[in-house]
């Protein structure tokens, strides 16, 4: 029985997309680039500051300039990140329906901690989830299960009674090692290459409200 949600936050549960590539924009023009298109930086916006890098210098974690890149992205995004964070279409009334069922619900994400509070609290949905886990409190981010066995044990529930919604495989991976049903967001930013269909998920889902059918069952 399923008692418990657990979302992605970055392309599942908001749409941070806008202040991603936002700063990734800063960041091209300070380096003389031309800025690029929202619907060119969407796709990547679930890959973190490795994914954005990646799109706008082409450069890889093996880079040798890539920790000074990403640690100047990060600052930059650090004055941005809660410029226009919004919802994603539909999830206002999933978390509605989730709390009218008397369920719970929490965020599991690779962001670190110190974009993820304070953006959570900025929209008011700190006092309402059972737990806000980020990709820095434990050992290793997704795709390993440390960050959603630790989300388990501080709601109170057993991996076997939640279900985990992302967008990115990493998070189905995640979700399946941890003993969870694993939900595919096909609204979140999955990217033309992506064939979330491969990624092994118990179910894929067009719009946020498909979920509750899932846990109904």
């Not at 994914?51 to 004055?79: K, V």
């Not at 990493?170 to 491969?198: C, H, N, W």
């Amino acid at each position: 029985m399923i008692n418990t949600i657990l979302f992605d936050l970055d392309g599942t549960l908001v749409d941070t997309a806008p202040d991603l590539g936002h700063a990734l924009n800063l960041q091209l023009n300070r380096h003389g680039i031309n800025a690029l298109s929202d619907a060119a930086i969407r796709p990547f916006a679930s890959h973190g500051s490795r994914g954005l890098l990646g799109l706008g210098f082409g450069i890889t974690p093996q880079h040798d300039s890539f920790i000074a890149m990403r640690d100047e992205y990060l600052s930059i995004y650090d004055t941005v990140f809660t410029r226009s964070p919004v919802l994603l279409d539909g999830i206002a009334e999933l978390l509605q329906a989730i709390e009218n069922a008397g369920l719970k619900w929490g965020i599991v994400t690779n962001k670190p901690r110190r974009f993820t509070q304070p953006l959570v609290k900025s929209m008011d949905l700190d006092r309402r989830a059972a737990c806000v886990v980020s990709g820095d409190d434990a050992p290793q981010p997704k795709p390993s299960p440390a960050t959603l066995l630790m989300a388990c044990k501080e709601v109170g529930v057993k991996p076997e009674s939640c279900v985990y919604l992302g967008d990115a495989e990493r998070d189905i991976q995640a979700g399946k090692a941890a003993g969870m049903k694993a939900v595919v967001a096909l609204f979140g930013y999955i990217d033309v290459t992506d064939k979330p269909s491969e990624w092994g998920a118990d179910a894929l889902i067009d719009k946020p409200m498909d979920l509750l059918k899932l846990i109904s069952t």
